[in-house]
């Protein structure tokens, strides 16, 4: 990758208890991980608090009298997309096991991911973008090099995280110094999703 120093950590997939959300039947142990709950109301609130500006500019336009029935209408429309965007997230998970990982997406699609085609878990910090803050990454390397499952710290909590390593039983490399995404894109452009695979400069 870059040449940071990276530090490496080894999974232990023992048969101890895990707590409640874990599936315990012939020492199989199956980890359950869901994104971060406050996260939906960090996002939901804001955009259906931009909706109000959208509704109040149909009411100027067209006039308080032949407006209702295109302000319904479109409030309808955006509850529904609300409502439809809520449940994705709510139903989005990752079930782990030592076997591999099942992924339920935000669009409810499922994935599934194999522990014999699992290389290691890779974890980074992104710098976010125009900022010195950071994120932490983690990616799922099949051995081909491909990223098959990814987390983000936008989306995930650092205890979850750590619990990916572990379940599967493979080694875990940490990146010791940020990285931009241009830098990962550089080292290890197969980790990203399609659209991140190209640079917006010019």
Known sequence: MSAA?????????????????????????????????????????????????????????????????????????IT???????????????????????ERGFFGGVSTVASRDVAGVLRVNLYRSNSLDTTQELFVVERTGRGAFRMRGRFWDEPTMDQVAEVLGVEETVGAEPMTLSELREANPRLLYWFERRSLSF
């Open 5 to 77: 120093a990276m530090e490496k950590r080894s999974g232990d997939a023992g048969g101890s208890s895990i707590g409640a959300a874990a599936v315990r039947g012939d020492g199989l142990r199956v980890q359950t991980l869901r994104p971060r709950r406050t996260l939906g109301w960090s996002i939901g609130l804001p955009v259906a608090t931009l909706a109000l500006p959208l509704l109040a500019a149909e009411l100027w336009l067209l006039g308080t009298r032949d407006a209702w029935p295109i302000v319904a209408a479109t409030g309808a429309a």
């Open 80 to 102: 529904l997309l609300i409502l439809a965007a809520w449940i994705g997230y709510r139903r989005s998970r990752a079930s782990i096991s030592r076997y591999g990982i099942v």
